[in-house]
Every structure is written in structure tokens, then in C-alpha cells.
T-cell receptor, first 114, second 114 residues
Framework: SQTIHQWPATLVQPVGSPLSLECTVEGTSNPNLYWYRQAAGRGLQLLFYSVGIGQISSEVPQNLSASRPQDRQFILSSKKLLLSDSGFYLC?????????????FGPGTRLTVT | AQKITQTQPGMFVQEKEAVTLDCTYDTSDQSYGLFWYKQPSSGEMIFLIYQGSYDEQNATEGRYSLNFQKARKSANLVISASQLGDSAMYFCAMRVNTGNQFYFGTGTSLTVIP
């Protein structure tokens, strides 16, 4: 069966510090991978998605970036965090290729920028 | 452009009663999928049910069923015999076959009253 890991679970970082959140998927190959952000009490905002190694589509032009160095690894980064980067970050995967398949989410990372 | 609309910010239901959460969608694609997710207070997004645009039968998964009315572009979630553990945020989502993105609604907060 497939499993998605995401870490850390919680993170408190000062403004201007760097960020690195990691997500890995087990039990599947060539998945589509996604990063979302959710502000408190709000819906999901798609940040990035990837259909393959090194292929990143950005939905929100911000101080965040994403990379996919391996097939089942997706990393969200920032060089300098802003207060507005606080939120709940969710990684997700779905089966890649043609077809409409459901999306499965990791446990999320609660980021507080102070 | 694809769009998901959930017009009920909050809903209350008595324990053991059924409840319907509304979702309407907009797309010009003929092939697409509709999804419902549950987000308890822990934050994790849990996949509940899927309906394909070409499926003639309404999807069911245990106490969850999806009332799919294609002509009206609605995909309402019906939860039967509500339980206290059903209290959560519920998100409707869509993905079209020609794209990799998932489009989410703003969510409905469901509270089950004992």
C-alpha cells in the first residue's frame, strides 16, 4: 500500500530564516506530487505541483520554491520566511499519467513564523 | 476554468440523522472527477468518496454517498446516521482529465450534536 510521509509535524521559525519541508511517498512510482497551504479556518491554496523529477509548476508567485530531486521526494523551501508564510502545509500525491484519480494527503506541517 | 462552490459555511446535524453537504462545480471539460475530503481538527485530509463524470450510478462508500446530478453540475455529499466523529470540515474537489490540478471548495464545517 502507499504511504506519504511529511516532516516536521510542527515548526516555529523566526522571520527571515530559511525553510525546508520534506515529503516522501512510498509504494508507488511516478506520482504527481502537490504542496498546499491552508491558513487557519480557510480552504486549500495550491502552491506547487510536479508530474516528474525536476518538473515543477508554480501556482503562487511568492518567496517559496519547490524541488523534486527524486521520483518520490518533494521539497518545499524558502530562503527568507515572512510572517504571511505561517499556515498548515500539506503534501499530497495522486497517480500520475492520464486519468482522474483521487489525491492522498500527508499529515501536514504546522508552520508558525514569529 | 474550473470552479468548486460550497455555499454552506457551517452545518449542524443531530446524531443518527442524515445530512447533505452541498457542492456545485463548473467546468467545460467532459471528463472529470469529483471528490470529497474530511478534515478533522487534527488537520489531516481524509479521502472519502469519488465520482467520475461518466459514472451513471451515484458513488457510495459505507455511510457516505454522493448525489451526482450532472445536468445541474452538483455533487452533494450525503452522510447517513451521523456520528459524533463526523464533526469536521468537509471539502469538495474536482480534477479534470486534461489537467493535473485539483480544485477545492472553501469547505463546510459540520457539527454533530449528541
Amino acid at each position: 500500500s502507499q504511504t506519504i510521509h511529511q516532516w516536521p509535524a510542527t515548526l516555529v521559525q523566526p522571520v527571515g530564516s530559511p525553510l525546508s519541508l520534506e515529503c516522501t511517498v512510498e509504494g508507488t512510482s511516478n506520482p504527481n506530487l502537490y504542496w498546499y497551504r491552508q491558513a487557519a479556518g480557510r480552504g486549500l491554496q495550491l502552491l506547487f505541483y510536479s508530474v516528474g523529477i525536476g518538473q515543477i509548476s508554480s501556482e503562487v508567485p511568492q518567496n517559496l520554491s519547490a524541488s523534486r530531486p527524486q521520483d518520490r521526494q518533494f521539497i518545499l523551501s524558502s530562503k527568507k520566511l515572512l510572517l504571511s508564510d505561517s499556515g498548515f502545509y500539506l503534501c499530497a500525491w495522486s497517480i500520475g499519467g492520464l486519468g482522474v484519480y483521487e489525491q492522498y494527503f500527508g499529515p501536514g506541517t504546522r508552520l508558525t513564523v514569529t | 476554468a474550473q470552479k468548486i462552490t460550497q455555499t454552506q459555511p457551517g452545518m449542524f446535524v443531530q446524531e443518527k440523522e442524515a445530512v447533505t453537504l452541498d457542492c456545485t462545480y463548473d467546468t467545460s471539460d467532459q471528463s472529470y472527477g469529483l471528490f470529497w475530503y474530511k478534515q478533522p481538527s487534527s488537520g489531516e485530509m481524509i479521502f472519502l468518496i469519488y465520482q467520475g463524470s461518466y459514472d451513471e450510478q451515484n458513488a457510495t462508500e459505507g455511510r457516505y454517498s454522493l448525489n451526482f446530478q450532472k445536468a445541474r453540475k452538483s455533487a452533494n455529499l450525503v452522510i447517513s446516521a451521523s456520528q459524533l466523529g463526523d464533526s469536521a470540515m468537509y471539502f469538495c474537489a474536482m480534477r479534470v482529465n486534461t489537467g493535473n490540478q485539483f480544485y477545492f471548495g472553501t469547505g463546510t464545517s459540520l457539527t454533530v450534536i449528541p
